[in-house]
């Protein structure tokens, strides 16, 4: 077995600590130190910020709208392409009376900002509890560490502790290799709430080409 030496184990660690703060860290906000992510973090959108149309925050009758309910999975769906739910939307949008139509419009809008922020928000207090998950797999690496480097001072002269530090250095190599790969996962996951505020944003965008005014 390849043994690690004190050297070597300081210098993994390092990495592993290193390895949660954001490559561009001096950019980063400072006054958010849960945020692993190297875009902002904005808590809350308003609607104004990302259409320009009417604030909707406020409106909740497009709950009892026939059709939006069955709209709103096909528009708030990453997994659905952007082309595909306008098609869905500018077919509800024919299907209105046209003295109601912006109206309707708008309530689509309302329950489609409503319920992609809210996907948003999960989204980013997932992020936050994941970066405390990957700093106690931190804290337990460099636990593991000063374990190891206590058993390669015995192994020497010790049987037991010979094997001991064979069995710590497996563990301690299969923790490593789990933590490495949920790091390596942190920015796909950073990039979620840009595509929800994305796919907000070009929602809005075609309701409004739908509307008249």
């Not at 809210?118 to 992020?127: A, M």
């Not at 560490?145 to 069995?167: C, F, P, T, V």
């Amino acid at each position: 077995m390849k043994k690690t030496s004190r050297l070597g184990l300081l210098v993994m660690l390092g990495v592993a600590h290193a390895s949660l703060i954001a490559p561009d860290a001096l950019a980063r906000d400072t006054s958010t130190p849960d945020w692993p992510c190297i875009q902002r973090k904005i808590d809350t959108l308003t609607s104004t910020q990302v259409w320009d149309g009417p604030a909707v925050e406020q409106l909740t009758g497009w709950r009892d709208v026939p059709g939006i309910n069955d709209l709103l999975p096909v528009l708030t769906n990453r997994r659905i392409p952007l082309p595909q739910a306008e098609t869905a939307l500018k077919k509800f949008a024919d299907s209105q009376p046209e003295a109601s139509r912006d109206e309707r419009l708008t309530q689509v809008f309302a329950g489609v900002f409503e319920t992609l922020h809210n996907q948003r928000k999960t989204v980013i207090g997932g992020i936050e509890k994941y970066l405390k998950a990957q700093r106690e797999r931190s804290a337990e690496l460099e636990r593991q560490g000063e374990e190891i480097a206590k058993l390669e001072e015995k192994a020497g002269s010790d049987e037991k502790a010979a094997a001991e530090l064979q069995e710590a250095q497996t563990r301690f190599d299969w923790a490593q290799r789990i933590f490495q790969e949920r790091q390596n996962n942190i920015p796909i996951a950073c990039e979620v709430p840009v595509k929800i505020d994305e796919r907000i944003f070009m929602l809005g965008k075609s309701i409004r080409g739908l509307m008249k005014s």
